[in-house]
């Protein structure tokens, strides 16, 4: 019994014969011709057989290849923990705690000494000893170049005081001071000025010159004294000062100088009038209106032609006058303008006499009313 891979297809035993007898036919080019036809049936037999066994016995074709996703290995994440940074003590380090004197903005005269004292704390690990107070910048004001600090202990509070002098002129002044340590090292200050200093800060304003007061009195003479209103025909009165009206039924004005020309160029501080002397007969405040006190320029000496002058209000009393009535900005006008005096004009608040026959006004000696200015040069 034969198995399937001895078995020979017949067709190859036939090609074999065939080929074998070729190699004993004589080799004249007539009988060659017939063996190479003979040859080439054989070989054409030979590949229609093998093309037949291709078509029954089709080539076993390896699948396709197809694209596979790589293989991926999980690599577990590495888990990290947040470092907690833990502050590193500094040897030197201060905090600024307050000003001890001196507050920022603190007003002192051109020149004028004073002492600044801060209070700072050792935060640092280091114990100062050897440290100094360094001026750094700004306004020195006349302060030293550096001073010594004394020993002080982490934890510590000190004052520092530094002695100074205030600039010569007007204005707005600042100095920063720093600490320094024995080796030289400018140390840094919390809560100080940029993490690193502090500082003193004042003004300087000079004062006003000193102020020089006087009391004046009324001139008198022909300068001060009563106009009767021109119905009355009266003439004028030098040196007695009447404001109201008379039995006879006119009104009167009354009038009073001040000499100011000593004051040329001054600063008026204060002008206060005192009409404290004069009285009152009757009851001109109630009858007449009250009695106004104004202020005006008239022409010397007094005449009837004052009479009517302008004047401006300063107050309407309605009782006794009294020591204390305010005339500085009056007072200022007229010495801005260079006048030479001052002048008040009292004169009933109604236009017209009551009309009862009898008197009722404010009267003043000549002399008696008086201004007192206090002003600086």
Same mark, same amino acid.
């Given at each position: 019994? &034969?198995?399937?891979?001895?078995?020979? $297809?017949?067709?190859?035993? &036939? @090609?074999?014969a065939l080929v074998l007898a070729g190699c004993n036919l004589p080799?004249?080019?007539? =009988?060659?011709?017939?063996?190479?036809?003979?040859? *080439?049936?054989?070989?054409? *037999?030979?590949?229609?057989?093998?093309?037949?066994?291709?078509?029954?016995?089709?080539?076993?074709?390896?699948?396709?290849?197809?694209?596979?996703?790589?293989? *991926?290995?999980?690599?577990?994440?590495?888990?990290?923990?947040?470092?907690? $940074?833990?502050?590193?003590?500094?040897?030197?380090?201060?905090?600024?705690?307050?000003?001890?004197?001196?507050?920022?903005?603190?007003?002192?005269?051109?020149?004028?000494? &004073?002492?600044?004292?801060?209070?700072?704390?050792? @935060?640092? #690990? %280091?114990?100062?000893?050897?440290?100094?107070? #360094? &001026?750094?910048?700004?306004?020195?004001?006349?302060?030293?170049?550096?001073?010594?600090?004394?020993?002080?202990?982490? /934890?510590? =509070?000190?004052? @520092?005081?530094?002695?100074?002098?205030?600039?010569?002129?007007?204005?707005?002044?600042?100095? !920063?001071?720093r600490i320094k340590n024995a080796s030289g090292v400018l140390i840094?200050?919390?809560?100080?000025?940029?993490?690193?200093?502090?500082?003193?800060?004042?003004?300087?304003?000079?004062?006003?010159?000193?102020?020089?007061?006087?009391?004046?009195?009324?001139?008198?003479?022909? =300068?001060?004294?009563?106009?009767?209103?021109?119905?009355?025909?009266?003439?004028? #009165?030098?040196?007695?000062?009447?404001?109201?009206?008379?039995?006879?039924?006119?009104?009167?004005?009354?009038?009073?100088?001040?000499?100011?020309?000593?004051?040329?160029?001054?600063?008026?501080?204060?002008?206060?009038?005192?009409?404290?002397?004069?009285?009152?007969?009757?009851?001109?405040?109630?009858?007449?209106?009250?009695?106004? #006190?104004?202020?005006? +320029? !008239? /022409?010397?000496?007094?005449?009837?032609?004052?009479?009517?002058?302008?004047?401006? /209000?300063? @107050?309407?009393?309605?009782s006794s006058p009294g020591s204390a009535i305010d005339v500085k900005?009056?007072? +200022?006008?007229?010495?801005?303008?260079?006048?030479?005096?001052?002048?008040?004009?009292?004169?009933?608040?109604?236009?017209?006499?009551?009309?009862?026959?009898?008197?009722?006004?404010?009267? %003043?000696?000549?002399?008696?009313?008086?201004?007192?200015?206090?002003?600086?040069?």
């Amino acid at each position: 019994m &034969f198995t399937k891979t001895h078995r020979v $297809p017949t067709f190859l035993t &036939f @090609i074999l014969a065939l080929v074998l007898a070729g190699c004993n036919l004589p080799s004249n080019s007539t =009988e060659s011709e017939g063996a190479n036809a003979v040859l *080439t049936a054989a070989a054409q *037999t030979v590949e229609a057989n093998l093309t037949e066994a291709s078509v029954l016995n089709p080539p076993t074709v390896p699948p396709p290849v197809t694209d596979t996703p790589p293989l *991926t290995t999980a690599i577990p994440s590495a888990t990290f923990q947040p470092l907690t $940074p833990t502050a590193t003590p500094l040897c030197d380090l201060a905090s600024y705690v307050n000003d001890v004197t001196v507050p920022d903005g603190t007003e002192f005269q051109p020149n004028e000494n &004073f002492t600044k004292t801060w209070r700072l704390r050792n @935060i640092g #690990v %280091c114990t100062w000893s050897g440290y100094s107070l #360094v &001026f750094d910048s700004g306004d020195a004001m006349s302060g030293p170049a550096s001073s010594p600090i004394g020993s002080v202990s982490p /934890g510590q =509070e000190v004052d @520092i005081s530094v002695n100074l002098n205030a600039p010569g002129s007007d204005g707005s002044y600042r100095g !920063y001071w720093r600490i320094k340590n024995a080796s030289g090292v400018l140390i840094p200050v919390a809560s100080g000025y940029q993490g690193k200093s502090f500082f003193v800060d004042i003004k300087v304003k000079t004062p006003p010159p000193a102020s020089t007061t006087i009391s004046l009195n009324a001139t008198g003479g022909s =300068e001060g004294g009563t106009v009767y209103e021109p119905a009355s025909g009266l003439s004028p #009165v030098l040196g007695s000062i009447l404001a109201g009206d008379i039995a006879a039924d006119f009104l009167a004005r009354g009038y009073m100088s001040f000499d100011i020309s000593a004051l040329s160029g001054k600063t008026i501080v204060s002008a206060m009038l005192d009409l404290s002397s004069c009285s009152p007969l009757n009851n001109p405040f109630t009858d007449l209106s009250g009695i106004w #006190v104004g202020e005006l +320029q !008239y /022409g010397l000496p007094l005449d009837q032609s004052d009479y009517n002058i302008s004047g401006t /209000g300063i @107050i309407k009393l309605t009782s006794s006058p009294g020591s204390a009535i305010d005339v500085k900005s009056y007072v +200022q006008t007229r010495v801005t303008e260079g006048k030479s005096r001052f002048q008040i004009r009292l004169h009933p608040a109604a236009g017209n006499s009551d009309g009862d026959g009898q008197s009722d006004y404010v009267l %003043c000696g000549a002399t008696s009313p008086k201004l007192t200015i206090t002003y600086q040069p």
